[in-house]
């Protein structure tokens, strides 16, 4: 049984602030990860990919990613109100086979006061 | 890049009756398919994917099935729907490493 665990929130932060959203997996043979924004009652947005170990850089966003730990994680600096929205993190173990089957977690909802 | 398009936006069936949803794909060619469900309190739950025409891959035994009848056309039905079967429908495209997913279709079972 794929798990995917994240703290179903809601996750409070300042306008401004870095919001530091995290996820756990149990199959270790996750290749690769897939961070989603969903606002309410809309369908999910891709925001990140990541495989190799380490951080990975786009924009506002960090994706932090450490497969001995089974652990990645998304920063987003400089946090906006339009950020508030449940952020699903959803590993894949299919990498080399030209398509991803994902395993989502249930997500976290973060709420940005201005 | 590629434009996903769902229908119906809304649904609202009676336990025991057929469901058909449509996903459709413009932009692209040959794409990955995926019908996803997201259920009230539950994570997205991958239902089906195919990787061409006729292909169908099932990951969760349901009373849904699949269909490709064509390459950017991608089908999920049902005979019989349960209450269980309530929940917003998405349908995705996509490679290894990006994955996007269309409007959606929320149905909800009476």
């Known amino acids: 049984q794929k798990e995917v665990e994240q703290n179903s929130g809601p996750l409070s932060v300042p306008e401004g602030a870095i919001a530091s959203l995290n996820c756990t997996y149990s199959d270790r043979g996750s290749q690769s990860f897939f961070w989603y924004r969903q606002y309410s009652g809309k369908s999910p947005e891709l925001i990140m990919f990541i495989y190799s170990n380490g951080d990975k850089e786009d924009g506002r966003f960090t994706a932090q990613l450490n497969k001995a730990s089974q652990y990645v994680s998304l920063l987003i600096r400089d946090s906006q109100p339009s950020d508030s929205a449940t952020y699903l993190c959803a590993p894949s173990t299919n990498m080399n086979s030209g398509y991803s089957t994902l395993t989502f977690g249930k997500g976290t909802m973060l709420l940005v006061s201005p | 890049s590629q434009t996903i398009h769902q229908w119906p936006a809304t649904l609202v069936q009676p336990v025991g009756s057929p469901l058909s949803l449509e996903c459709t794909v413009e932009g692209t060619s040959n794409p990955n398919l995926y019908w996803y469900r997201q259920a009230a309190g539950r994570g997205l739950q991958l239902l089906f994917y195919?990787?061409?025409?006729?292909?169908i891959s099932s990951e969760v035994p349901q009373n849904l099935s699949a269909s490709r009848p064509q390459d950017r056309q991608f089908i999920l039905s049902s005979k019989k729907l349960l209450l269980s079967d309530s929940g917003f429908y998405l349908c995705a495209c996509g490679s290894s490493y990006e994955q996007y997913f269309g409007p959606g279709t929320r149905l909800t079972v009476t």
């Open positions: 195919s990787v061409g025409i006729g292909q």
